[in-house]
């Protein structure tokens, strides 16, 4: 039986519309891509803050599929950022793979030791992957890593100012005296990040940090191992993801995002670098401490 005014027509034109994608518009992409590209390498977590903004968007996901699409896009836009970096360090790049090669000894090094930071990442994320989602993706467990990150960062900042004092700025490594054993290192503090929240830069500059990189270098060797790294997790999350994704995403508004993350993303690195080198991680603390409360706030009144 059909209601009044909803002939066999109406019928057809719901069940078109049921199939069609969800979407997301582009207004949503390019506040997605913003927030990646600017928060990507910055030490505050990039994928706690997507997933923040996605919280407070007017554009809730209309079905289960659609949630489960809309979380593998934040992590899919990080080519965007990728491809940003590689662009600004396209010349370590080339040098790693003349290194490949064996036509350069030092970016053989560099490639050996970014291959080893990565390898816990690769060997435990693939297991993990569901159970973070599934689990993590969420305001409470955003809250806690930003507070734990910031008093982190809180403690190795205080611990570096004081080694700096101590020693002559010639006796920081830089990424030609890094070991075997301080890339593992920095490799499994990585690991960490998997917790949304964390950030992967915030972990791997303290890292780094913690082996006795300078700052400059610390935030080179992130972003050098970021490449890696994100490019696995984008990859890994577009081929697993990939019919939910073309099933309620539109291609236009997701690939805009990812343009707007690779601008956003290359003067977020290129002001980071210089800012560290004069400033140190401060900012980043007090930052993740009062954004940690705020979600405290709103999750528990």
Not at 71 to 82: C, M, P, R, W
Not at 147 to 169: D, F, H, I, P
Request: charged share 15%; net charge neutral.
């Amino acid at each position: 039986m059909h209601c009044v005014g909803q002939g066999p027509s109406a019928e057809l034109i719901l069940e078109s519309n049921q199939t069609q994608p969800s979407g997301m518009s582009y207004r949503d992409a390019t506040i997605f891509g913003l927030v990646e590209g600017i928060t990507e390498f910055l030490p505050i977590s990039s994928t706690g803050h997507l997933i923040l903004v996605s919280e407070f968007l007017s554009e809730k996901p209309k079905t289960k599929e659609h949630g489960v699409a809309i979380n593998a896009y934040l992590i899919v836009i990080q080519a965007g950022a990728i491809l940003a970096v590689a662009l600004l360090y396209r010349k370590e790049i080339w040098s790693i793979g003349l290194g490949i090669l064996g036509l350069d000894p030092r970016g053989r090094r560099l490639g050996m030791n970014l291959f080893l930071a990565f390898l816990p990442a690769a060997m435990i994320g693939p297991f993990l992957d569901d159970i973070i989602e599934s689990a993590l993706f969420g305001l409470l467990p955003i809250a806690i890593a930003l507070l734990a990150g910031g008093l982190l960062m809180l403690w190795a900042e205080v611990r570096k100012k004081r080694q700096s004092t101590e020693l002559s700025s010639s006796d920081e490594k830089t990424l030609d005296d890094l070991t075997s054993l301080n890339s593992i290192f920095i490799g499994l503090m990585q690991c960490v990040a998997m917790w949304p929240g964390t950030s992967r830069s915030m972990m791997t500059i303290v890292g780094g940090y913690l082996v006795g990189l300078e700052r400059a270098k610390a935030a080179e060797f992130s972003f050098l191992l970021g490449l890696i790294t994100l490019t696995a997790a984008a990859a890994y999350k577009g081929l697993t993801k990939w019919e939910v994704m073309r099933d309620n995403l539109e291609l236009g508004p997701v690939f805009w995002g990812c343009l707007v993350a690779g601008m956003s993303a290359g003067l977020s690195v290129y002001w980071l670098v210089g800012y560290l080198t004069r400033r140190g991680l401060g900012l980043f603390v007090w930052y993740r401490i009062i954004l940690s409360f705020i979600i405290f706030y709103f999750y528990f009144c």
